[in-house]
């Protein structure tokens, strides 16, 4: 049996599947589809990242700063 996969729609934060482990949403812009997620621990209003490395988002490599609110986030990734 196939699992049912999340249709992805433009500029709408979704859980990835690992999402309880890693923190990860998926976010469709422009045709592409960016991975991003919210550093809560280091700074208490939190702090948006994409992960372009493919690596766990919890080792920070190939991160790089997004936005500080969503809206931060969805401005930044049309950029691209």
Do not use: C, H, P
């Amino acid at each position: 049996m196939r699992s049912k996969e999340k249709k992805l729609i433009e500029g709408k934060f979704t859980r990835n599947k690992n999402f309880e482990m890693d923190g990860e949403y998926s976010v469709l812009v422009n045709g592409k589809v960016y991975v991003v997620f919210r550093d809560t621990l280091q700074y208490g209003d939190g702090i948006w990242y994409m992960n372009d490395s493919g690596n766990n988002s919890s080792d920070y490599a190939g991160t790089r700063f997004v936005g500080y609110t969503k809206a931060e986030v969805l401005e930044k990734l049309k950029s691209f």
